[in-house]
């Protein structure tokens, strides 16, 4: 069963990683396995949410954003499988926060309960824009209520990281009193079910740049890190890393979906490419 850990040592774990020089790693994790192999690797958190298991079983992670399912079902079941592989890597989890048929208080106190170590807002409707945007956060369902569960948690001295997906919202998530803040840049591309169009990789950095220096005029101690668009694998990392002051990254897609894609593919091409000796029977007869 996975080590539980209060905020102050959460915190703790994340100043003695970047102490060391190293930038904060935390990742998403939709099945035990990966989260697992994750740990092994030396991820500083690992995050677990209803998108992951719709990633790994082949969809896309939007899947997690319609009505496919009881989000927070999905994250207390995938919490119990997570829990129960993972040794010391503190594990957060995701809460749908406008959920009508839940009392949210109870359930950041029963994902505490089940050794969760923190809290995030997924799923969260920071991904949606135009009208159907305005409509929900008027009809509270959308991201006001999402800052109120950080301001929950807080209240509650548990740890939360926050996705933001503007200035304003980061600003808002560091007055709530967020730990971490995910500079979200829009869906991960890259792979067969990414995103098809992402923002250009200058656009992203200075968009993730922006977001930082919102939430810290807020809370100069807020830690802010890199999150989704171009931001896909090492060397795309390197540049944001290069040109703002985020002191880290967050991925889904591409620690769990892509790493996956690639080196199962790349494993069946390097069996199929063996030569072999065998006498090809005769088939079919």
């Known amino acids: 069963m996975a080590r539980q850990h209060t905020r102050t040592q959460v915190l703790a774990r994340l100043r003695a990683t970047l102490e060391a020089g190293r930038p904060l790693v935390i990742g998403g994790a939709g099945i035990g396995l990966v989260a697992k192999a994750a740990e ?11 998108t992951g298991p719709f990633r790994m079983a082949g969809h896309g992670s939007l899947a997690g954003y319609l009505a496919y399912g009881d989000s927070n079902a999905m994250t207390i079941e995938l919490g119990h499988e997570i829990l129960g592989v993972v040794e010391e890597t503190p594990v957060i989890g995701g809460i749908g926060a406008a959920d009508p048929f839940r009392d949210i208080p109870r ?33 509270n369902l959308g991201y006001p209520r ?14 939360t990281l926050a996705y933001a997906f503007s200035p304003d919202e980061a600003r808002a998530m560091a007055a709530a009193g967020a730990d971490v803040i995910g500079a979200h ?3 991960t591309s890259g792979g067969w ?9 200058e656009a992203a950095c200075a968009s993730t740049q922006e977001m930082l220096e919102a939430a810290r005029s807020e809370r100069p101690d807020v830690l802010v890190v890199a999150h989704g668009g171009p931001f896909e694998d090492p060397e795309s990392v390197r540049r944001v890393f290069e040109t703002t002051d985020v002191v880290g990254y967050l991925g889904a897609s591409s620690i769990e979906r892509l790493p996956v894609e690639r080196a199962v593919s790349g494993v069946v091409r390097e069996f199929s490419a063996l030569p072999f ?7 079919g007869r």
């Open 40 to 50: 092994h690797g030396g991820i500083d958190l690992l995050m677990v949410y209803n």
């Open 107 to 139: 359930l950041i106190d029963q994902m505490i309960g089940m050794g969760f170590s923190g809290i995030t807002n997924v799923p969260t409707t920071g991904l949606y824009q135009g009208d159907f945007r305005a409509h929900i956060d008027a009809t």
């Open 277 to 283: 000796r065998g006498v090809i029977p005769p088939i």
């Open 185 to 187: 840049v829009g869906l």
């Open 146 to 159: 999402e800052v109120d569960l950080v301001r929950m948690c807080r209240e509650r001295d548990v740890f």
């Open 193 to 201: 079910i990414g995103a098809q169009k992402a923002m250009d990789i």
